[in-house]
């Protein structure tokens, strides 16, 4: 196996039917591809799925009529009224394409009728894609990411989410210490496994699974955090992934009878479920250049952190899209509250994960006769965004965080910037009160976040990424909360549940 060539390792053990019917990625489909795969496996019926401004996948299905037929709707795609799908188009000039995305396609595996869904984009009346889509922002992003700075911005999420099923009082887990845990005191697993085995065979090239800390038991129902974990991949497909990957959880959840929430927060004193991205910065070569000879975090790493730290308030504009968000990001439960960096430090915004740059063949060691294999270790280092939650835009979320880190080398004094911010101790700690005073909040509420993208927005709007008018309906969408009820509900446990409750599916 370690023979194979690289795209040989790509298709093998692929879990995607088509990779292993035509025998090749997802990134090289063809309409040819789908056709032939259609053709020669039966398949009845053809899904286009896209965002809409509410964060769901939408679906058009059809029937394949004939060849011509479908020869058709894959090279032309098909109208849809953009009015009902994004509040910033007027009912007046609301036709827009949508068009499939091939490299996105895969056997639904929900669907009783033998089915091939993709995702799609969007292109206006003229034919060009439209500007203020979200996954078009996230496209745009990732050129002038890679225009400026010649490398390729890769990157995969953290999926966290609550599992809600009645409590049967059997093996009861132990109160926000059900990390890792294993059944009977983990009572959700075999969905994730499941939930896993999907969303591979849509594509999602997931790294592992496992339950997280949160566990509790409210009104008769157990409440199991559990975590789904990605590999990372260019920045558009990790975005689509996680989309279609909430998608499958939410059917799977579904099915079993169960009701589950990615929402930042459940209630007080809990563990809150974040959507941590890690990235990393790739050349032409596919080369890792997060750390330098020395195996140190190096110096293009650490001028992409500090476009991270300049921008960081304004993230959360795009990452933290609710008032529940702001219920999440407190002290004390591992969630940012300052903007700061650090290595293996969970209470930093942005970490540098622990990142197999030992140099040592830990697998040799405990396992005697074991042949040493060569493997470049350096590609494994990202650094970790961890202030995101479920309640995200994902393409806007990412395409935010692209801006960012191209921003990191656009600054002059972008390394002092990146010096002044790391810090290297728990900074929650009541010794550490100094460093806490020099470093900047994040927001702690819709509307600061609003004001706080509203103060950069034309970083996020140069080299044409961001469209004007997504910004403006991003900041008034904040403004438009009510603050004095969040402000109360986080001081009244009732009235907090009566929003987690309104926000539940976000």
């Known amino acids: 196996m370690s023979e194979l060539n690289s795209v040989s390792k790509e298709i093998a053990l692929n879990k995607n039917e088509l990779v292993r019917f035509l025998n090749k990625p997802m990134a090289s489909f063809t309409r040819e591809d789908i056709i032939r795969y259609i053709v020669e496996n039966d398949i009845e019926m053809v899904n286009f799925m896209y965002p809409a401004a509410d964060g769901r996948l939408k679906t058009l299905n059809f029937v394949i009529n004939d060849l011509a037929y479908l020869e058709t709707i894959l090279t032309m795609g098909e109208r849809v009224d953009g009015s009902s799908l994004f509040p910033f188009i007027s009912a007046g000039s609301s036709d827009l394409y949508v068009l499939p995305r091939f490299r996105t396609a895969f056997l639904d595996p929900f669907a009783e009728i033998p089915t091939v869904t993709m995702l799609c984009s969007f292109f206006d009346k003229d034919g060009n894609p439209l500007e203020s889509s979200p996954e078009h922002t996230l496209h745009k992003a990732c050129v002038e990411f890679t225009r400026v700075t010649g490398l390729r911005f890769q990157c995969m999420g953290e999926l966290e989410y609550y599992v809600i099923k009645e409590d049967d009082g059997t093996f009861p887990a132990t109160d926000q210490r059900n990390y890792h845990e294993s059944a009977p005191f983990a009572k959700t697993n075999d969905l994730r496994t499941v939930c896993m085995q999907y969303i591979a065979r849509t594509g999602g090239q997931i790294k592992y699974g496992h339950s997280e800390v949160g566990n509790f038991t409210l009104n008769g129902k157990v409440y199991e955090q559990n975590e789904i974990e990605f590999l990372p991949v260019d920045a558009e497909s990790a975005a689509d992934q996680l989309m279609i990957a909430k998608w499958v959880i939410r059917n799977l959840a579904w099915e079993y009878g169960y009701d589950i929430t990615f929402a930042p927060k459940i209630t007080t004193g809990k563990a809150g479920s974040g959507l941590h991205i890690h990235m990393r910065m790739v050349d032409a070569d596919g080369k890792n250049r997060m750390l330098d000879a020395d195996r140190k975090l190096s110096e293009t790493a650490r001028r992409a952190i500090a476009g991270l730290m300049k921008l960081a308030p304004a993230i959360t504009a795009f990452g933290n899209t609710n008032p529940t968000s702001y219920f999440r990001l407190v002290p004390h439960q591992e969630a940012p509250t300052n903007v700061c960096w650090g290595d293996r430090n969970r209470s930093v915004l942005v970490r540098v994960p622990l990142g197999w740059s030992t140099g040592k063949d830990m697998c040799a060691e405990l396992n005697p006769g074991t042949a040493t294999l060569e493997l470049d270790t350096t590609q494994k280092q990202t650094v970790e965004i961890r202030s995101a939650d479920g309640s995200a835009d994902i393409y806007q979320l990412m395409a935010a965080l692209a801006v960012a880190l191209r921003y990191g080398f656009e600054l002059e004094d972008g390394l002092k ?90």
């Open 417 to 506: 910037v990146a010096a002044d911010t790391y810090v290297d101790v728990n900074i929650h700690n009541a010794e550490n009160a100094a460093i806490l005073d020099r470093l900047e909040q994040l927001p702690v509420n819709c509307g600061e976040s609003a004001k706080c993208l509203a103060k950069v927005r034309d970083i996020f709007e140069s080299h044409g990424v961001f469209n004007p008018a997504m910004i403006d309906g991003i900041i008034k969408r904040l403004e438009s909360y009510d603050q004095s009820e969040a402000d109360a509900a986080m001081k009244d446990d009732v009235k907090m549940q009566e929003m987690v409750n309104r926000y539940f599916h976000c």
